[in-house]
């Protein structure tokens, strides 16, 4: 019996390969019908005998292109068509009647797919070692997008005209580059040329082959990639990588590792079968693997230099993912290559070629440009696989700008995030975009960047804000800019309730839960700094129900810098100057004048503002047991705490304690400090102490949320906050938490780091103005 069905596809299914796909599933079985683009996605109409129609519905999904994600399949009997009745008896593609594309949703920029490799390393295809080979379902395109629709002439491809061969693949609905917008060849094309410092072309045969030896010899070479400039040395060769950190003032900072396979990654690092996935994903993002132990002398000592990620028991490891990236491992036969973001210290990536010479100015000896223009820079993604799931760090090239799907339809609402890690989300019906990671809004090429993110994706994303949210704390850069702009509505949003509704969003909760947010620094609505917070939220408020105990933040920032302030004023704050009278290596070491200056400071309660920051409590323990006085880098000592940690069954654990102050719980840390001073002059293992401090946090919050559980009756707690990048804690506590019978919801698709933040943000604004 024939039967004629109607599918509507929604989700990432234009522009990526989706109608070709469906063309050979339909043709391939015999069957007739249509399919068009939609402003929701893609409509299918198909006809033939009920079976065959059955099965191509179900093969549907399943084999969908790499590059589509689909979000909804809707399927409805309609009346059959007889053959010839509209001139039709095949299957076709189905130009919109306006005679214009309506794309959706953008994809994202993906890595080159095992055709297009194949092709390249094949000595008699016609794109042989060409270094921009791409089809349909790989390549750029989000940072090759100037405007929509994206249709070659809105992308940097636009300065290229196919030559013949290329046009016909383009025009062939069969190819497997029908559509692909930046298809090219060696004949028509952009090309790869090779520069000196000061951005002289070096005339010779083959740039790649060049740039290869300089990086042979321990030199630093630029490379131009997908979203920016990386800075590219020997990872095996102690004395690059010594060069690359002095040149970029990067001290101690781990850089990521790019290697040729997963078979390279295996030998330097422990390498589970979820995470071999993620690292060969399409998106290709670095993933944070441990590093092999030594096991033994000799045995299994790593090739990569100590330097790369010193103190660290993760490595930063990542496939190759443009055709460039393979051509030099291949050539260079290189084991691992650190890529780092070409950039100085903190500012963001450098993505044209005389921007890069100028800025990257004494930190490169080569640059490997080409002339496809990057339009917007994008860095490299960050996830490390957590219970076999990945989780984002750094959410960026090759997930954005796919959104992450709501449960609701929302308003417009553009959200500016907060300070450090900065991302902005727009809001669209029941999409939220992320933008890429725009960074530290901490210097001017920052600000330019996070003005060009916004007026980037406001544009592709044909998206007008009809409300501005933003983080209260008033000197944050986003914050400022945000109060600045007229025509819609403003909403500030407290950085922790932010951090646990972009929690509940990713998740698709409603109503009220326990939110654990734990992080370093957020403003608070009593005007303090807020960071080890326990809320009871939803969407339009919360409540504060428990923070840690208030201690000075001696000397603001700088305590931030240096965590010596905080363990001295934990100490002084809990048992006055008689701390000074301890005998341990921490207080032996102490300069005498400095403290004193700090102790008066906090008595007199100059500059010292009060914080409950979890990041600062983890700051003065790591000072205390003697890892670190000062850091380089953000969170630094709290990393290298937990690195400290060693596998044990130990299950001792220090103790907090619970004040019931008013409605509210103050998370006491007197006695953990105590215990913590007596292993101390106990000359207890450092490892030791990690582990009971970090059990001891553990204990205390499921004992607290038991107790809102009792008051509340909620029984579904949000994990957010950069502290729960923490792997040790977020894995126990989330453990803990289901064993006594909490459903206990964390971060997977955005970072749970103020990376995240924006999200929620949007969602908070939408819900006050609801409300
Ligand atoms: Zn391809
Ligand atoms: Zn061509």
């Known amino acids: 019996m024939e039967v004629r069905r109607q599918i509507e596809v929604s989700g990432i299914v234009q522009g990526v390969g989706f109608r070709p796909y469906v063309y050979r599933l339909a043709t391939g079985r015999h069957l007739r019908g249509t399919i068009r683009n939609t402003s929701a996605g893609v409509t299918i109409e198909i006809q033939g005998p009920a079976e065959t129609v059955q099965d191509f519905v179900e093969h549907l999904p399943a084999e969908a292109p790499p590059l589509a994600r689909i979000t909804n399949v809707a399927v409805h009997d309609v009346p059959c068509l007889a053959v010839q009745s509209n001139g039709v008896q095949e299957f076709c593609i189905v130009h919109s009647r306006e005679g214009e594309e309506v794309r959706t949703l953008i994809s994202p920029d993906v890595a080159i797919c095992p055709d297009c490799l194949r092709e390249m390393f094949d000595p008699n295809d016609r794109r042989y070692r060409y270094p921009f080979i791409n089809c349909t379902n790989c390549g750029p395109r989000f940072t090759i ?213 100028h800025r990257l100015n004494g930190l490169a000896d080569y640059f490997l440009v080409h002339n496809r223009d990057i339009l917007l820079r994008c860095d490299d993604s960050v996830v490390r696989v957590a219970g076999g799931i990945p989780r984002q760090l750094r959410r960026s090239r090759g997930f954005v700008p796919v959104p992450v799907f709501l449960k609701d339809d929302q308003p417009s609402v553009l959200a500016v995030g907060g300070e450090l890690k900065n991302t902005i989300c727009l809001t669209k019906g029941k999409h939220a ?106 969407y339009e408020d919360f409540e504060r129900a428990a923070h840690f105990e208030y201690v000075p933040l001696p000397g603001g920032e700088a305590a931030i810098r240096e965590p010596w302030r905080m363990a001295v004023s934990y100490l002084a ?71 400290t940690i060693t596998p044990s069954e130990e299950e001792t654990a220090y103790p907090l304690k619970l004040l019931a102050k008013g409605h509210q719980w103050i998370i006491g840390t007197r006695p953990l400090f105590e215990a913590l001073l007596n292993d101390l002059s106990q000359n207890l293992p450092v490892a030791a102490i990690s582990r009971r401090f970090h059990n001891g946090l553990v204990e205390g919050f499921v004992q607290l949320a038991t107790l809102l559980r009792d008051k509340t009756e909620l029984h579904r707690v949000c994990l957010s906050g950069g502290t729960f990048h923490n792997f040790y804690l977020s894995q126990r506590l989330e453990a803990q938490l289901s064993e006594a019978g909490f459903e206990v919801f964390t971060q997977k698709e955005v970072p749970s780091g103020d990376g995240g933040l924006s999200l929620g943000q949007a969602l908070v604004a939408a819900a006050k103005l609801r409300a």
């Open 145 to 357: 997008i100037r405007d929509i629709p994206y249709d070659r002439p809105s992308t940097s491809m636009a300065v290229f005209s196919m030559c013949p061969a290329c046009l016909a693949e383009y025009e062939n609905p069969l190819d497997r580059r029908f559509h692909a917008q930046p298809n090219a060849c060696w004949k028509c094309g952009p090309r790869v040329e090779l520069w000196d410092k000061s951005g002289k072309r070096i005339e010779c045969r083959d740039s790649i082959a060049e740039a290869v030896s300089g990086l042979d010899t321990g030199l630093v070479v630029a490379v131009k990639g997908l979203g920016g400039f990386h800075l590219a040395v020997d990872a095996t060769n102690p004395a690059a990588v010594a060069l690359l950190r002095q040149r970029k003032r990067r001290v101690e900072k781990p850089f990521a590792v790019m290697v040729p396979d997963v078979q390279a990654a295996q030998e330097i690092c422990e390498l589970d079968a979820a995470a071999a996935k993620v690292l060969q994903s399409i998106q290709r993002p670095i993933v944070l693997l441990p590093k092999k132990l030594p096991l033994g002398a000799g045995a299994g000592l790593s090739i990569i230099a100590e330097a790369v990620a010193p103190f660290n028991r993760y490595l930063g490891i990542f496939l190759p993912y443009t055709p460039l990236h393979y051509l030099l491992l291949a050539e260079g036969g290189f084991k691992a290559l650190v890529m780092t973001s070409g950039n100085l210290s903190e500012e963001p990536i450098a993505i044209d070629n005389r921007e890069a010479v």
């Open 433 to 538: 975009f992320l933008s890429q990671h725009v960074g530290d809004l901490e210097n001017v090429e920052s600000y330019s960047f996070f003005h060009e993110a916004i007026e980037h994706l406001e544009r592709i994303l044909e998206i007008k804000p009809e409300i501005i949210a933003y983080d209260l704390h008033p000197n944050y850069f986003s914050t400022k800019w945000a109060r600045q702009q007229s025509g819609t509505k403003l909403v500030g949003v407290q950085h922790h309730h932010a951090h646990i509704a972009s929690c509940m969003a990713e998740n698709h909760l409603e109503g009220r839960v326990i939110g654990f947010a734990l992080d370093g620094t957020g403003y608070g609505t009593d005007g303090n700094i807020w960071g080890g917070e326990v809320l009871i939220a939803g």
């Open 573 to 643: 704050h809990h048992f006055g100057r008689e701390f000074l009278g301890l005998s341990i290596p921490f207080v032996r070491q102490l300069d005498p004048a400095k403290t004193e200056l700090l102790l008066r400071m906090v008595e007199r309660k100059v500059n010292s503002p009060l914080t409950s920051s979890c990041g600062r409590l983890f700051d003065a323990v790591a000072a205390l047991v003697g890892i670190r006085q000062e850091v380089n880098y953000e969170a630094q000592a709290a990393i290298e705490l937990e690195m």
